[in-house]
């Protein structure tokens, strides 16, 4: 495992914002959103089943994107209700995706986690090592307790990353989510909102044993370092 140098500009236990971060894996660089990233992030938020799953607008342009990236998504660290990162190839620095921390609870040390992948980066276990990598920090570095993601009933993909990272299903919420699905009567394409269930994961710290190792059996490290 290469180790990288580290810049001591973390939180303290007693902070309410994140610090500004980046996290290494084998594969994957995770850094805060970059005005250069606006194109890639916009054409992943336009794809059919980010569309389906996320409450993003549709269409999703380009200037959706810059005053995500410039103004909303920093302001989520710094008004301590989470953070973005940007989820980058080592090799090509190609956006594969975002993971998004949120809902944040600084006493309870407690926050939810989303992620999204572009469709050309799916099948690649990218998801997973991004948010194992992101997990790790949190527990090991930020002190955290608790990590909760929420996934609808029929994506089956997030259910199988929240899985493969150890999370332990809690229950269902029932109703609690809009999906969306093709309107095929609508000759311009158009989308419908569909009522569905949320399924809650939890992750604590010691469901983390063992899970780096059963992913790097499937080919990959999931954690070096951050910076």
Same mark, same amino acid.
């Given at each position: ?5 580290? !810049?001591?500009? !973390? ?6 914002? =994140? ?5 290494? /894996? ?29 409450? $993003? ?29 940007? $989820?980058t190839e080592f090799l090509t ?8 921390? #949120?809902? &944040? ?33 949190? =527990? ?5 307790? #608790? %990590? ?29 989510? %809009? *999906?969306? &699905? ?5 000759? =311009? ?5 569909? !009522? /569905?269930?949320?399924? $809650? ?14 992913? *790097?059996?499937?080919?990959?490290? *999931? ?5």
């Open positions: 495992m290469k180790v990288m140098e580290r !810049r001591m500009n !973390r939180a303290s236990s007693g902070s309410s914002e =994140f610090p500004d971060i980046s996290i290494s /894996t084998e594969r994957l660089v995770l850094r805060p959103l970059e005005e250069a990233d606006v194109p890639a992030y916009a054409e992943m938020m336009n794809d059919e089943l980010v569309t389906a799953w996320t409450s $993003v607008p549709q269409p999703y342009t380009e200037a959706d994107a810059r005053d995500w990236i410039t103004r909303l998504a920093p302001a989520e660290r710094s008004e301590g209700r989470g953070i973005v990162l940007a $989820v620095q190609r956006l594969v995706g975002i993971i998004q921390l #949120r809902g &944040t609870d600084w006493r309870v040390r407690a926050t939810e986690l989303n992620y999204v992948v572009a469709p050309w980066a799916r099948g690649e276990g990218y998801a997973s090592e991004a948010a194992l990598a992101t997990a790790q920090w949190l =527990f090991h570095d930020q002190k955290f307790e #608790r %990590i909760e993601l929420r996934t609808a009933a029929d994506n089956t993909a997030a259910q199988q990353v929240a899985q493969k990272i150890g999370c332990i299903s809690e229950g269902v919420l029932r109703g609690a989510w %809009i *999906a969306r &699905t093709r309107n095929g009567g609508d000759p =311009f394409g158009g989308w419908l909102d569909l !009522r /569905t269930d949320l399924i $809650v994961w939890s992750l604590l710290p010691e469901d983390l044993e063992g899970v780096s190792e059963s992913l *790097a059996d499937s080919g990959f490290s *999931a954690y070096s370092d951050w910076n």
